[in-house]
């Protein structure tokens, strides 16, 4: 019997997912990707989304679909009954009667816990508010761990905004489990906030806190570069202050060495210069359809049909 730490559960916070539960499901995913099954013939996942994503909703929509599942679901609330005052619980209550299996993402820090609450279905967290993105830190520890057959011991770079930036919450938090070296790069007000800190504390990780990307070591493993979450800010003239400051560029990469690997979530704005594609390092386009697979074995997971 092979070991399936996910089977029933939610999959809310990477905080929820220790050192060898990761590995475990990082090799179900390898394993995934060399013999894909249709395994969740009959079964339906409810792909609730509340606000925008393109990546998130649509891998998981196919990779219900390649498990021979079917989908169904909304891509924002203005056409649900939310928008009539419907609240977030009833409408679990009432998505569970529809389906076997939840993805929610919802602008809302712990929303995805809340209806996690609601339901005994699996509920999966495709990202609440700044909080956390559990289902992106596998795809990218997946993908690194393709790239440069581990994730044990890198030093990684996080540039760009480490307060609202969900993907660096949860993937600051797991990399801290596997004795990673970080670097936070940040303008002072979008420093990472102390929470996610104690995460830190916690796993007694090394990090450095700068505001410039020049003081990082040329021999960083990876840079993690994120976009500045425009819509989590309350003021505009601060994002406005802030967002011309973080831009890598072929020139700012220059100087690290030749295995660099170079990660971004996606979607991008003007933070990552679109040169950068043909870099050998660049992930993103890997990251973005490392999605499928491991969104596959999440799902078939939590179903307790892998
Ligand atoms: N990386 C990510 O979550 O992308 P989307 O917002 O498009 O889902």
Same mark, same amino acid.
């Given at each position: 019997?092979k070991?399936n730490?996910l089977l ?6 990477m905080?929820?997912?220790?050192r ?6 990082l090799?179900?995913?390898d ?8 395994v ?6 409810a792909n609730?989304?509340?606000e925008?994503s393109t990546r998130?909703r649509l891998?998981? +929509?196919?990779a219900?679909k390649?498990? /021979?599942g079917q989908?169904i679901?909304f @891509?924002d609330s203005?056409?649900?009954?939310i928008?009539k005052?419907?609240s977030l619980?009833?409408?679990?209550r009432?998505a ?13 820090e712990g929303s995805?816990r ?8 699996p509920v999966?967290n495709g990202?609440d508010?700044s909080?956390q993105h559990?289902?992106q830190?596998l ?5 690194l761990?393709k790239?440069? /057959?581990? $994730?044990a011991g890198?030093t990684?770079?996080f540039? /760009? +905004?480490l307060k609202?930036?969900?993907?660096v919450?949860?993937? $600051?938090?797991s990399l801290?489990?596997?004795?990673a070296?970080l670097?936070?790069?940040s303008p002072?007000?979008? *420093?990472?906030p ?8 916690e796993?007694e990780t090394?990090h450095?806190?700068v505001e410039d990307l020049s003081a990082?070591?040329?021999?960083v ?6 976009? $500045?979450?425009?819509? *989590?800010?309350?003021d ?5 202050r802030? *967002?011309?400051?973080? #831009?890598v560029?072929?020139a700012?990469? #220059?100087?690290f060495g030749g295995?660099?690997?170079?990660m971004?979530?996606?979607? *991008?704005?003007?933070e990552l ?7 050998? /390092?660049?992930?993103w386009?890997d990251? @973005?359809?490392?999605g499928?697979?491991?969104r596959?074995t999440l ?5 307790g @049909?892998?």
């Open positions: 019997m070991k730490p029933g559960r939610d999959v809310i916070s905080r929820d997912f220790g060898e539960e990761i590995k475990t499901v090799a179900r995913c394993e995934f990707e060399r013999n894909p099954r249709p969740l013939k009959g079964k339906v996942l609730l989304f509340f925008p998130t891998s998981f +929509d196919a219900m390649r498990l /021979g989908t679901g @891509a203005i056409s649900t009954s928008s005052g419907e619980w009833d409408t679990i009432v569970e009667g529809y389906c076997d299996v939840i993805v929610i993402r919802h602008p809302a995805a809340l209806a996690a609450e609601a339901t005994s279905l999966i990202g508010g909080n559990p289902t830190t795809l990218d520890l997946y993908t761990q790239r440069t /057959g581990r $994730i890198l990684v770079a540039v /760009g +905004d609202y930036g969900r993907t919450h949860s993937l $600051i938090r801290s489990l596997f004795g070296k670097w936070l790069v002072p007000s979008l *420093r990472l102390d929470d996610f800190k104690e995460d830190l504390a796993a090394s450095v806190e990082v070591p040329a021999d493993d990876v840079l993690y570069v994120t976009r $500045i979450q425009k819509e *989590r800010f309350a505009p003239v601060e994002y406005e802030v *967002r011309a400051d973080y #831009q560029t072929p700012t990469v #220059q100087r295995k660099l690997t170079l971004h979530p996606l979607p *991008r704005v003007n210069h679109a040169a950068l594609d043909s870099h050998p /390092g660049a992930a386009f990251q @973005a359809r490392n499928v697979v491991v596959q799902l078939a997971l939590v179903l @049909a892998a």
